[in-house]
């Protein structure tokens, strides 16, 4: 799609399922399982949604997904269906993985660090060799010293080998990574936690990673059980969302296995309503069967 001088593609990577209740947290169940409904294990279908941004200052693909380097206890366990492989993951955009200059990854759980290397034979390489990977460095630190509450969602093998082969760059804090295209540090999901905004010829669009995972999660309580700071990812919400309301934002949800993007409206009564986006499609092969 384009957007100013910039080109969007969305790339659905993958479906999977997480527990409806640690997706939900503190919200009862009636209340989201009308909207977001569970499977007889009680799980949620979730997506993995790549956005890449292509301008005149370089290629920058926010979030890898969750990769291919899952065995059949897993697969089965999250019910994980990789729709794009690792090794082709931008073709559909007409690129090949070396074309990419910047992937920012918003933390490094599974599900968003996952697809950052790859195997070649029985070593494990960055999936965009010539691209700088952007962490932020409190999340970097605490992927390495995770207690035993957090450290499930952390494995060692999605990211060391980018360090490894010198293609790790450490954020500290906010920054703009080309003109045009920040990374912000929200905190809440994990307490660096950082989301993108971009911005070209005064149209402004945002990416929410686990702040706003999916369209069910768009009131500012509606938080994940998994969040680390759930009151701060209450606040960053309303935040951000008031702005892209004001701003007339183009928002993009990570995980959302519908329609991920499109525009936020406020109600009357104060609440956010999501308009998606009908008519632009995802990368074609990304479409998932009865869920668009
Ligand atoms: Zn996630």
Not at 97 to 126: C, K, M, Q, W
């Amino acid at each position: 799609m384009k957007f100013g001088e910039l080109e969007l593609s969305l790339i659905r990577e993958c479906t999977f399922k997480l527990d409806g209740g640690a997706m939900f947290g503190v919200v009862p169940k009636p209340l989201w399982d009308r909207l977001s409904p569970a499977d007889e294990l009680n799980r949620v279908l979730l997506a993995c949604n790549l956005l890449l941004i292509e301008g005149p200052h370089g290629r920058v693909l926010v979030e890898t997904g969750m990769g291919e380097r899952w065995g059949h206890k897993e697969r089965d366990r999250f019910e994980i269906k990789t729709l794009v492989s690792s090794e082709q993951v931008v073709k559909e955009a007409g690129l090949s993985n070396d074309d990419v200059d910047f992937v920012v990854i918003s933390h490094l759980h599974f599900d968003h660090a996952g697809g950052a290397t790859r195997y070649e034979g029985t070593a494990l390489i960055p999936t965009f060799p010539k691209a700088k990977y952007l962490v932020q460095k409190g999340e970097w630190e605490f992927a390495h010293k995770a207690n035993a509450r957090a450290q499930a969602s952390y494995r060692a093998t999605d990211f060391d080998p980018l360090q490894e082969h010198g293609v790790l760059e450490i954020v500290d804090g906010d920054r703009e990574i080309v003109p045009g295209i920040w990374v912000h540090v929200t905190g809440g999901h994990t307490r660096y936690h950082q989301i993108v905004t971009f911005e070209s010829t005064g149209r402004k669009g945002i990416f929410f990673a686990d702040i706003i995972p999916t369209r069910t999660h768009l009131p500012p309580p509606w938080v994940m059980g998994y969040d680390h700071f759930p009151l701060t990812s209450c606040d960053a919400k309303d935040k951000w969302l008031t702005l892209a309301v004001q701003e007339k934002y183009l928002v993009v949800f990570d995980h959302e296995p519908g329609i991920p993007w499109g525009y936020v409206e406020q109600k009357q009564d104060g609440k956010f309503n999501f308009l998606p986006l009908e008519n632009e499609p995802l990368a074609a092969r990304s479409v998932v069967a009865g869920t668009l």
